[in-house]
Structures are given as structure tokens and as C-alpha cells.
């Protein structure tokens, strides 16, 4: 069965320093894989895709993800949090036709 | 409109009554998803339209739910003998299939539905 999970379920962070959010998935075949970020009362927002040409993804706001087969990861990294990085934030795994399949979330907190 | 839109934003209702949750996605995309997200979860997919007709509905829970989408834009997604474990966030999806299209799915900001 095709799934991912977030090894994380909080990850706190002080202004300034980097973030790491872990991802690992598990598929039969070559995934497409997605990480959103969700802020509080909003919508679902597209931060970066993989879909199986750099393995080295760039997002937007300073996110990158490492896809490494190998390893079956996916993690988002991003070198300087910021306040506004705080938000909860979710990987994908898209099933076909871009039905996402998601993880079960991490909660990214930044404190001063 | 901009972007995806969904009303209500918050719905209270008691146990055993009839609900509708409605999406406007944006304008031609062909492509319409449901999905449901519990508290500490997240999304979990429901049912996916291409065009009018249902295309997957593996994930509604039960018979109680039904989405339909008669003109190919607007859903909608309806509950019936609601039950506590109904309380979720309904999000709604829209994506640009065609052939140049991103495909990437824009999510609204969700329908609260909260069941007493």
C-alpha cells in the first residue's frame, strides 16, 4: 500500500535557525510527492512538488526537499526559520490523477 | 472567483440532521476533490470528480455522504443523519488536468462543520 509518514508530530525552533521536517513514504513505483503548509483558518498551500526529475526540489518562502530513494524520504528543510514559517505543515503522495494521499501532519513552532 | 471557494465556513448542526457543504472551484478546472480533515489529521480524500461524474468515491465513509457536481463546476456535498463523529473540516480541491495545465490542486479554506 502506498502511504507517508510524518516522523514528527511538533518540531520547535528558535528564529534564525535551520528546519528540518521528516517525510518517509512508502510505494511500489516512482512517486509523486508534495509538501503543504497549512497556517491557522486558512487554506492548504503548494510549498514544493517531486515528480521525478531533480531530485533537489526548491519551494517557495526558502523550502527545499531532498528526495532519496534510497532511503524512501522526502524531507523539507529550510536553512532560516522565520515567525511566519509557524504553521503546520503536511506531506503528500499523489495515488494517480493527483488524488494526494497526505501524512498525518507536523506542527512547526518559532519562537524568538 | 480567485480561488476555491466553500460555504459555509462553519456549520453547527445536531445529530441526525441533513447537511450540504458547497464548493465553487476555480473557474475551468476540470478536476474537483473532497476530503475530510479530523482534528490532529490530516486530509484524508473522499471522492474526486472529473467533470460531472464521480470518477472515485473509495473514500466516503459510509452511504450517509454523497457529492454530486450536475453542471461540472459546482459541488456539492451532502451528509445525511448526521452523527458526532461527522465533526470535521470539509476541504475542497479544484486542478487543471488538461493537457498544459499544472495540475496542481488549489484547496479552499474549508467548511467547519460541527455536529452536537
Known amino acids: 500500500a502506498q502511504s507517508v509518514t510524518q516522523l514528527d508530530s511538533h518540531v520547535s525552533v528558535s528564529e534564525g535557525t535551520p528546519v528540518l521536517l521528516r517525510c518517509n513514504y512508502s510505494s511500489s513505483y516512482s512517486p509523486s510527492l508534495f509538501w503543504y503548509v497549512q497556517h491557522p483558518n486558512k487554506g492548504l498551500q503548494l510549498l514544493l512538488k517531486y515528480t521525478s526529475a531533480a531530485t533537489l526540489v526548491k519551494g517557495i518562502n526558502g523550502f527545499e526537499a531532498e528526495f532519496k530513494k534510497s532511503e524512501t524520504s522526502f524531507h523539507l528543510t529550510k536553512p532560516s526559520a522565520h515567525m511566519s514559517d509557524a504553521a503546520e505543515y503536511f506531506c503528500?503522495?499523489?495515488?494517480?490523477?493527483?488524488?494526494?494521499?497526505f501524512g498525518a501532519g507536523t506542527r512547526l513552532a518559532v519562537h524568538p | 472567483g480567485a480561488g476555491v471557494s466553500q460555504t459555509p465556513s462553519n456549520k453547527v448542526t445536531e445529530k441526525g440532521k441533513y447537511v450540504e457543504l458547497r464548493c465553487d472551484p476555480i473557474s475551468g478546472h476540470t478536476a474537483l476533490y473532497w476530503y475530510r480533515q479530523s482534528l490532529g489529521q490530516g486530509p484524508e480524500f473522499l471522492i474526486y470528480f472529473q467533470g460531472t461524474g464521480a470518477a472515485d468515491d473509495s473514500g466516503l465513509p459510509n452511504d450517509r455522504f454523497f457529492a454530486v457536481r450536475p453542471e461540472g463546476s459546482v459541488s456539492t456535498l451532502k451528509i445525511q443523519r448526521t452523527e458526532r463523529g461527522d465533526s470535521a473540516v470539509y476541504l475542497c480541491?479544484?486542478?487543471?488536468?488538461?493537457?498544459?495545465?499544472?495540475?496542481?490542486?488549489?484547496f479552499g479554506e474549508g467548511s467547519r462543520l460541527t455536529v452536537l
Open positions: 503528500a503522495f499523489s495515488g494517480g490523477y493527483n488524488k494526494l494521499i
Open positions: 480541491a479544484s486542478s487543471d488536468l488538461r493537457v498544459g495545465g499544472t495540475g496542481e490542486l488549489f
